[in-house]
């Protein structure tokens, strides 16, 4: 009896390895030719926070150290510089949580909040986006949205609502995680090519 208990643990295990060396391997997220040229000496990685994973370039001394390190302060991810180069780290993007079936304006109050100081008619406003396609961006609504855009078109004016919103320069918006709609991401993308690829962005 008991050489037959032996016989039939010693198979489980034997399966349960066999079932673990045949896992197919994880598929790696392929960064585009543009970054490919632009990172050439940089190392293509996975990087994971506690809620979301994506793929990002890590860069040596040539490049600035620059690296993507996880920020599970604000569910997302942040641009950093190791020493020699080290420099405090610049939020790129965060999460801002909602109900599935929610509208993305529903988490308004929260990036109100987390933006800092901001006009009063400051909205999330849904927009065409060039090549992000249909992203919502903050920023001022009415007479004070006139006044800035009139303001900015002569000299660059200091970002209307906050540090969220639209300015003079970069890529600032927002829109829902495409595989979990209890999501809205914020990405900044500033005003050059970023090392990390927002659409590699996926919920663990």
Same mark, same amino acid.
């Given at each position: 009896?008991?050489?037959?208990?032996?016989?039939?643990?010693?198979?489980?295990?034997?399966?349960?390895?066999?079932?673990?060396?045949?896992?197919?391997?994880?598929?790696?997220?392929?960064?585009?030719?543009?970054?490919?040229?632009?990172?050439?000496?940089?190392?293509?990685?996975?990087?994971?926070?506690?809620?979301?994973?994506?793929?990002?370039?890590?860069?040596?001394?040539?490049?600035?150290?620059? =690296?993507?390190?996880?920020?599970?302060?604000?569910?997302?991810?942040?641009?950093?510089?190791?020493?020699?180069?080290?420099?405090?780290?610049?939020?790129?993007? =965060?999460?801002?949580?909602?109900?599935?079936?929610?509208?993305?304006?529903?988490?308004?109050?929260?990036?109100?909040?987390?933006?800092?100081?901001?006009?009063?008619?400051?909205?999330?406003?849904?927009?065409?986006?060039?090549?992000?396609?249909?992203?919502?961006?903050?920023?001022?609504?009415?007479?004070?949205?006139?006044?800035?855009?009139?303001?900015?078109?002569?000299?660059?004016?200091?970002?209307?609502?906050?540090?969220?919103?639209?300015?003079?320069?970069?890529?600032?918006?927002?829109?829902?995680?495409?595989?979990?709609?209890?999501?809205?991401?914020?990405?900044?993308?500033?005003?050059?090519?970023?090392?990390?690829?927002?659409?590699?962005?996926?919920?663990?």
């Amino acid at each position: 009896m008991r050489t037959s208990l032996k016989l039939v643990l010693s198979g489980a295990l034997i399966a349960v390895n066999v079932a673990g060396c045949n896992k197919p391997a994880e598929k790696v997220a392929e960064p585009s030719q543009v970054m490919k040229d632009t990172f050439a000496s940089c190392t293509w990685e996975k990087v994971e926070g506690k809620s979301l994973s994506i793929w990002s370039y890590a860069c040596g001394p040539d490049m600035g150290n620059v =690296r993507l390190v996880a920020d599970d302060k604000v569910g997302g991810f942040s641009l950093a510089a190791m020493p020699p180069d080290a420099l405090t780290p610049r939020v790129v993007i =965060r999460t801002f949580a909602k109900d599935k079936a929610a509208a993305v304006t529903s988490v308004l109050p929260a990036v109100l909040k987390a933006t800092g100081a901001h006009g009063a008619s400051c909205q999330l406003v849904e927009t065409d986006y060039g090549d992000w396609g249909k992203v919502y961006l903050l920023e001022p609504t009415g007479a004070e949205k006139a006044g800035y855009d009139k303001l900015n078109a002569i000299e660059p004016q200091p970002n209307p609502c906050g540090e969220l919103g639209i300015g003079p320069a970069g890529d600032r918006f927002f829109r829902v995680m495409a595989d979990d709609p209890a999501k809205v991401i914020y990405y900044d993308m500033g005003s050059e090519i970023q090392i990390f690829d927002p659409d590699t962005l996926h919920s663990k």
